[in-house]
């Protein structure tokens, strides 16, 4: 969805506040999107993670949730 959005709708506008979501933190695409918020709140699950500690992430929630041991990717 991430991808989506930053191919398709971010075409149009520049959004101001999101929440954006990726269970790793570590997501490209969720990443790309991170890019173009004024702030943004993380919720991830790996505190460390590059969108926890993206410049523009003002506040996270973290899911405590077990680690990423596969992607769609792998």
């Keep these: 969805?991430?991808?989506d959005y930053y191919n398709y709708l971010l075409k149009y506008k520049d959004p101001d506040y999101g929440?954006?979501?990726s269970q790793s933190g570590k997501s490209?695409?969720?990443i790309w999107c991170a890019d173009h918020f004024?702030?943004?709140i993380a919720i991830v699950n790996d505190e460390n993670s590059p969108l926890r500690k993206h410049e523009?992430?003002?506040n996270s929630v973290f899911l405590h949730s077990s680690r990423v041991l596969y992607t769609?990717?792998?």
């Design 1 to 3: 969805m991430a991808a």
């Design 19 to 21: 929440v954006l979501i």
């Design 28 to 30: 490209s695409e969720t």
């Design 38 to 40: 004024k702030s943004f």
């Design 56 to 58: 523009k992430c003002s």
């Design 72 to 74: 769609s990717g792998s």
